[in-house]
């Protein structure tokens, strides 16, 4: 006998909320998510953005974070994570360094403070379930807990930040969650983050198709077909004759301001470099007719990013 449930309409045709609850009606398909989440988890920086699929070409990045430099406008937040001494939530970002940041040093001790941690999942050789990050106090914790905390941290933001904007409740249900990982890294470390979403309730392992775990450098090639021109090289950079060096395509000065998507033909082949806070990556990708991207070479790199940068 298949499950009832009971729904609460909502206004401005938004489907109806699902919970458990009178004979109303079945559960029904949850592939009909109406918005598209996208969660960049950076080294340094992190991030979201979303778009509804009426209207998939809109994206609206998040810029309102709490804490940051005065004056600021921050599209990203510090991928910075503070717990209390029990081990329970109390920040994530600007507002998580600046509060550890103003305790007392005897009592900051007690308090677990991780930054940069994303790093983990590429410099272990053994990703599992057990393994543990070392906070600032240098006391252990579960991995996997924090970056469970540090998702679910952006999955009730992103909810409460639709919420906001559609002047409706909006519900996991509704969304269906991206998010990026760096090409190079190994399949453990993706099946880490799947596992840690599903900690967070973004997905479950009854719907793994509510998550997608996406590569950063396909996730960029992406976005940067859809931006135009002036958005990637600067106006004097261009010339009548050529903008490339001897060899490579031309593009005319009439091209400019013109949507980048144009300037790609089938066949057309390219490097993708993804220069992050952890790891540099480069990877070749292919337009083919269709206009899907294929892979033409395995993504190659390291750990040489920006803190590796900083360390040297």
Same mark, same amino acid.
């Given at each position: 006998?298949?499950?009832?449930?009971?729904?609460?309409?909502?206004?401005?045709?938004?489907?109806?909320?699902?919970?458990?609850?009178?004979?109303?009606?079945?559960?029904?398909?949850?592939?009909?998510?109406?918005?598209?989440?996208?969660?960049?988890?950076?080294?340094?920086?992190?991030?979201?953005?979303?778009?509804?699929?009426?209207?998939?070409?809109?994206?609206?990045?998040?810029?309102?974070?709490?804490?940051?430099?005065?004056?600021?406008?921050?599209?990203?937040?510090?991928?910075?994570?503070?717990?209390?001494?029990?081990?329970?939530?109390?920040?994530?970002?600007?507002?998580?360094?600046?509060?550890?940041?103003?305790?007392?040093?005897?009592?900051?001790?007690?308090?677990?403070?991780?930054?940069?941690?994303?790093?983990?999942?590429?410099?272990?050789?053994?990703?599992?379930?057990?393994?543990?990050?070392?906070?600032?106090?240098?006391?252990?914790?579960?991995?996997?807990?924090?970056?469970?905390?540090?998702?679910?941290?952006?999955?009730?933001?992103?909810?409460?930040?639709?919420? +906001?904007?559609? *002047?409706? #409740?909006? =519900?996991?249900?509704?969304?269906?969650?991206? &998010?990026? $990982? %760096?090409?190079?890294?190994?399949?453990?470390?993706?099946?880490?983050?799947?596992?840690?979403?599903?900690?967070?309730?973004?997905?479950?392992?009854?719907?793994?198709?509510?998550?997608?775990?996406?590569?950063?450098?396909?996730?960029?090639?992406?976005?940067?077909?859809?931006?135009?021109?002036?958005?990637?090289?600067?106006? +004097?950079?261009? *010339?009548? #004759?050529? =903008?490339?060096?001897?060899?490579?395509?031309? &593009?005319? $000065? %009439?091209?400019?301001?013109?949507?980048?998507?144009?300037?790609?033909?089938?066949?057309?082949?390219?490097?993708?470099?993804?220069?992050?806070?952890?790891?540099?990556?480069?990877?070749?990708?292919?337009?083919?007719?269709?206009?899907?991207?294929?892979?033409?070479?395995?993504?190659?790199?390291?750990?040489?990013?920006?803190?590796?940068?900083?360390?040297?």
């Amino acid at each position: 006998m298949a499950t009832q449930y009971q729904e609460t309409n909502r206004p401005n045709g938004y489907p109806p909320v699902v919970t458990p609850g009178l004979p109303v009606t079945t559960r029904p398909d949850l592939e009909q998510h109406f918005v598209v989440a996208a969660i960049d988890f950076g080294t340094t920086y992190s991030g979201y953005a979303f778009a509804f699929k009426r209207d998939p070409d809109s994206v609206h990045m998040m810029r309102k974070w709490e804490g940051g430099d005065p004056g600021v406008t921050n599209m990203k937040t510090l991928t910075t994570l503070l717990l209390k001494p029990n081990g329970e939530f109390h920040s994530f970002g600007f507002g998580a360094r600046d509060f550890y940041h103003d305790l007392e040093e005897s009592e900051a001790r007690k308090w677990l403070y991780f930054e940069k941690f994303k790093m983990s999942l590429h410099s272990s050789q053994d990703i599992h379930k057990g393994v543990e990050l070392t906070a600032a106090s240098g006391k252990k914790f579960l991995a996997l807990t924090v970056f469970a905390h540090a998702l679910r941290f952006f999955k009730d933001h992103c909810l409460q930040e639709l919420s +906001d904007q559609s *002047s409706t #409740q909006i =519900v996991n249900d509704d969304v269906r969650w991206v &998010i990026t $990982v %760096p090409a190079i890294w190994r399949q453990p470390a993706k099946q880490f983050m799947r596992q840690a979403s599903y900690d967070a309730g973004l997905a479950s392992p009854q719907n793994p198709s509510q998550l997608l775990i996406a590569l950063e450098p396909e996730a960029a090639s992406i976005y940067c077909r859809k931006l135009r021109s002036r958005e990637l090289i600067p106006e +004097d950079e261009y *010339s009548n #004759q050529q =903008v490339m060096a001897k060899g490579l395509r031309r &593009i005319s $000065v %009439p091209s400019y301001g013109g949507p980048v998507s144009a300037e790609f033909k089938p066949g057309m082949r390219y490097i993708v470099v993804d220069c992050g806070g952890g790891t540099v990556d480069l990877t070749v990708h292919e337009m083919e007719a269709s206009g899907l991207l294929k892979e033409l070479y395995k993504a190659s790199g390291g750990a040489w990013g920006a803190i590796g940068v900083d360390r040297e």
